[in-house]
């Protein structure tokens, strides 16, 4: 399985901005795709997820965010809306396999990884 992200940029406080996640590579049964970001001195944390046809968001994107799916489930997008400086970050998009509830949200759960794009919001 590969992924590979795209969209990020640089925008302004307030702005928005649309990432993809193209999945490719083998069929992979009971399989989950989130965001996760990692902002500079700080750990990789979770974003938001589609899970068993349900959406789950961190705290902090929660309201602004919004994580969905293509019809044929290869490629995952995450709409930012209202963007803050402090959603500055490398935002990596995650693949997992037979994921339960309590694994969403952590990052060493997740088998697949995209390179990364860079978001930068600025105030």
């Known amino acids: 399985v590969q992924l590979q992200a795209s969209g990020g940029g640089l925008v302004q406080a307030g702005g928005s901005l649309r990432l993809s996640c193209a999945r490719s590579g083998r069929t992979v049964s009971d399989y989950s795709m989130a965001w996760f970001r990692q902002a500079p001195g700080r750990e990789r944390e979770f974003v938001a997820t589609?899970?068993?046809?349900?959406?789950y968001y961190a705290d902090s994107v929660k309201g602004r965010f919004t994580v969905s799916r293509d019809s044929g489930q290869n490629t995952v997008y995450l709409q930012m809306n209202s963007l803050k400086p402090e959603d500055t970050a490398v935002y990596y998009c995650a693949g997992g396999v037979r994921l339960i509830y309590s694994d969403i949200g952590r990052s060493q759960r997740y088998d697949y990884w995209g390179q990364g794009t860079q978001v930068t919001v600025s105030s």
């Open positions: 589609i899970w068993r046809r349900n959406t």
